[in-house]
Every structure is written in C-alpha cells, then in structure tokens.
C-alpha cells in the first residue's frame, strides 16, 4: 500500500508518522511518500520519520520528493495537510479582521474565508494531478478550512472525505473523565466543520447507554473549562459544544482578549523552530513532548484510523468525517457538507441517521452553510462583489460597514495569492 502526504514537510508530520506507525497491522503501508517544496524541512522531517518507523519496527519504506506528480503516482490515498502562504498568512488571518472588532481567527469568520480563497484553487489543482497518475486513490483532507475545501473537492467529482480532529479530542477527554477506554465511548456529533455539538455521549456505540447527562452533572466544569466557556452555558444547552463555538457564544470578549495578547500564528511560528531543531537531531526517533502544543491532538489516530476503513477491509467503522449531507439534516441541501458520525469503508462514509435538531442549533447550522456556499462560490470564481457577499452573510459579521471594511483588507492582505485581486 502507498500513502502519500501533501505537505509533508509540515511539523505536523511526526504525529501523523507515529500513528501510522502504531497501525501498521491495519494499515500495512509499503511506502510512505512525503511531499512539499520546502526541501531543508522536508529531509528534517523525513529523516525522522524514517526513525520513528525504524524504532517501532514498522517494514515500510518513507520517501520524501519535491514533484508532487511523481510523489502521488500510484498512490492509494493522498493526504492533504497544507497552508498556503505558512504561518505568515496565518498571522495575518488572526491580525486584519480585529481592526473591525471582528474575531481574528484562522478557520472562523473574515480570517476563515481569507484562508478558504488561498487554499481552494490549489488543492483542486492538486486533486486534478491526483485523479491523473492515481485516478482511483482517496483524498482525505485535513486541510482547513476543511468544510469548504471538503465540498469544493467532492462539487469537482473527487473521492474525497474531509477529516477533523475536534471529535478525536473530546472522544479522549470524555474517555477519561468517565473513566472508560476511548473505544467505549460514542459520540453523538452533528454540525459542520468547527461548528458542532456533542449531543450525546454513549457507552459502547450509537444505540448505548447515553452518559450525557452524567458527564454534565459531575464534570461539567472541568469540560467547561476545557471550552473556556461559563459552566452554565452547558446547563441551559444541555449538550457539549465544539471549543470553536465560542466565537459565536463569547464574540465579543474572545475579541477583546486577542487583542491583549501575541497572535496564535506568533506562538506557533516559534515553537515550530523549536521543533524543526529537536527534528534535526539524529537521535531523535520519537515524536517530542513538545508536538503535543502545537495543535491537532489525536490527528494522527484519525487519520490513520479512516485510511484503514477506506483502504482496508475490516468492514465498516464508525468514525466523525466530512462529507455530503444526502438527507441526514433536512434542512440543508444534499450537497452541503457535514461533520457526523458515519459508517466507513472502500466504498466512503455513509452518515449515521441524525435527530431532529433544535432550531437553536439547526438556525446556526443553515447560517453557516449558506455562507460556506457563498464562500466556495468566490473561491473558485474569484471577484470583489462575491467576497463581500460571503462576508455579509456570515453571523459573525453581518453587517454592510463590517463586510466592506473586511473585504477591503482581506484583498490587501491576499494579493499575492488571489491572481484575480
């Protein structure tokens, strides 16, 4: 089996090396293939990753190329782990939009939709060279934002499935608190990407035992804190939401404490450094402590995980993906996409049946992706009225002054990257 990782160069990498690594008996990957145009990372991390293998005793071979036709080339799945313009654009995305009063943030709001106009045109450009050498490989994507980048793979006829870790994270955390292994505990997860809630929390599979309730009565400030949400906005909800919905929930003071604090993107930026010097080390043959700070906890279990029901044949699993709404929420087009709970196996996921959901959460849902339709929309066509649109329609925005201050920045600040700007 070959695998091959778009951006592989990324510090991510390591954690995604170790997970395949410990999956190898489900996942007997021949060759690893790590591909960016970074060289001096890429060997960094190549060579390391070649040692994780090493120590865990796993037989596959890691490459690293700079060609990405050659590198996807026979390929069975290829995953997409790139930013476009690195940390600098990312710094940028949690900088401009602040100077309207509105959350800076990477994935959410103007900074969101910035990165979403950066990012679509080229992986539907890498897809196409995927479809070309490796036409029946799966792309799954981690790649934010991973919604609109999902759907924009699957409009262009691609077998796709988008991946996040937020589910991976409280599936682990709630694990913990109730004291029960992770393979125990299901999730009730529905919403899009970055906009979901946990409406149940299950013991042993979707038709369990549901310890919602129980995990509010005795931990609930403990999640809430994890949230850095008030314990009570989850006693009057009565579910769990993601830690994204606090841009929605607390706009207003998550604005006011970025802008009394150095940027995500500035943090990231230097412990990226950091970690670039650990990986030079030749007796490095481990993911360091330190990769655990940089984000995306559990990606590597995820991931792994969902190219073993794709590729494998173990039969269906359950796993929380992105993909095509087909009927599980009625109020949204078929061809929205989704984060739930589905069935996994070579054939895609297939979404579990979902509740009727409140409207306190369906509104916010039908809100959200009437602006990532918006939002694709003016990344594969381009132009300044379309990005106006997309951001008036945003609930984080919303408002005429707002949308054209923040439209006249996001082109400013995106120049290089928007041809059409």
Known sequence: MKL???????????????????????????????????TERLELIGGLARRIFARQGHPGRVTTTTDLDAGVAGADAVLLQLRVGGQAARLQDETWPLECGCVGQETTGAGGLAKALRTVPVVLDIAERVRRTSPDAWIIDFT?????????????????????????????????????????????????????????????????????????????????????LPRAVLDRLGVVPSYYLRYFYAHDEVVRELGTKPSRAAEVAAM?????????????????????????????????????????????????????????????????????????????????????????????????????????DAALRGGRERVFKALLAHPLIGQFDLAEGLTDRLLAHNKEHLPWA
């Open 4 to 38: 091959a990782v778009v951006g592989g160069g990324s510090t991510y990498t390591p954690e995604l090396i170790d997970g395949f690594a410990r999956l190898r008996d489900a996942l007997p990957v021949g060759e690893l293939v790590l591909i960016d145009p970074a």
């Open 144 to 228: 934010n934002p991973v919604g609109i980048v999902t759907r924009a793979l699957l409009r262009a006829g691609h077998k796709a499935v988008g991946l996040c870790n937020v589910a991976i994270g409280l599936q682990r955390k709630f694990a913990a608190l109730l004291d029960l292994a992770p393979a125990d505990i299901h999730l009730d997860h529905v919403g899009l990407n970055h906009l979901t809630w946990e409406l149940g929390v299950r013991r042993g599979g979707p038709d369990g035992e549901d310890l919602l309730g129980t995990l509010l009565a005795t931990h609930g400030e403990a999640v809430a804190g994890d949230l850095r």
């Open 272 to 376: 990226e450094r950091e970690l670039l010097a650990l990986y030079g080390d030749p007796a490095l043959d481990e993911k360091p402590a330190l990769l655990a700070k940089r984000g995306g906890a559990f990606y590597s279990e995820a991931a792994a995980d969902l190219a073993a029901s794709l590729l494998g044949d173990g039969g269906p699993a359950l796993q929380v993906v992105n993909t095509y709404n087909n009927g599980t929420l009625p109020f949204l087009p078929d061809d929205a996409v989704i984060e739930v709970q589905a069935r996994v196996d070579g054939s895609g996921p297939v979404p579990l049946a979902v509740p009727r959901l409140d409207p306190l959460f369906s509104g916010l849902i039908a809100h959200v992706s009437a602006y990532e339709d918006l939002a694709l």
